[in-house]
């Protein structure tokens, strides 16, 4: 139990120093720098990195869900009456296919194995869906979570260059939404409470429907 109350202050020490360095660099999401200032603590105090692992990591994947669940919180503040609800789905369709199947194509193209390939088919979804898809597809579950993180990471990375041309804080916040899932979510609250409702819309809308033709169709391929 110490080691996981140790594990969990060193995480929120990493948090709250990254607050400030994200305020100086806003280019760079809070995570980049938790990340970083996590391995430095670790290497300060000698503690191996596999051993604090193993202390929060069940913690913090428990508690994922449940910060997960909670974002759907704030779609009940969204007005939906003039929401082109078209558009939206179309959007949705394309932008859960297009990251589908980009990132197993391009594991295709290396000659990666089929499992790592379908870990690929999980970048399109937040971490704790992406892991019950992985275990479906009897996909590397470590390899689905790291691909998730780290397509996440870039997205937000990127986010203020690719969108500082968008002055519609609901398209900003949706594209963030759909593209960086969690992760790019929490970059949107950072922009508004209107691109970060609209992310948690795009990130909701599109794990669950990841979630369910996902594993229908590669099960469906894989009995064929």
């Not at 994200?22 to 996590?38: D, E, G, L, T």
Request: net charge neutral; glycine share 6%; with cysteine.
């Amino acid at each position: 139990m110490f080691a996981i109350l140790y594990g969990f202050l060193i995480t929120l020490i990493a948090y709250l120093l990254a607050k400030p360095c994200n305020r100086y660099v806003p280019q760079i999401p809070v995570i980049v720098f938790s990340m970083f200032i996590i391995l430095a603590l670790l290497f300060a105090l000698g503690v191996p990195y596999d051993d604090y692992m193993a202390e929060v990591n069940p913690l913090f994947n428990h508690l994922l869900g449940y910060v997960t669940v909670a974002l759907a919180i704030p779609l009940a503040a969204m007005r939906y009456d003039d929401l082109p609800l078209k558009g939206i789905l179309g959007i949705l369709v394309f932008a859960s296919l297009s990251a589908v199947a980009l990132p197993m194509g391009l594991a295709y193209l290396l000659h990666m194995s089929s499992a790592d390939i379908m870990a690929f088919a999980t970048r399109a979804v937040t971490t704790p869906i992406a892991i019950n898809i992985a275990t479906l597809l009897d996909a590397p579950i470590s390899m689905a979570i790291l691909i998730v993180i780290l397509s996440g990471v870039i997205g937000a990375a990127f986010s203020p260059f690719i969108l500082r041309r968008i002055n519609d804080e609901r398209a900003a916040g949706l594209a963030l939404g759909l593209a960086a899932h969690a992760i790019g979510t929490a970059q949107a609250w950072q922009r508004g409470s209107i691109a970060g409702r609209y992310a948690a819309f795009g990130m909701a809308v599109n794990a669950v429907f990841t979630a369910i033709w996902l594993p229908t169709f590669i099960l469906f391929l894989q009995k064929m």
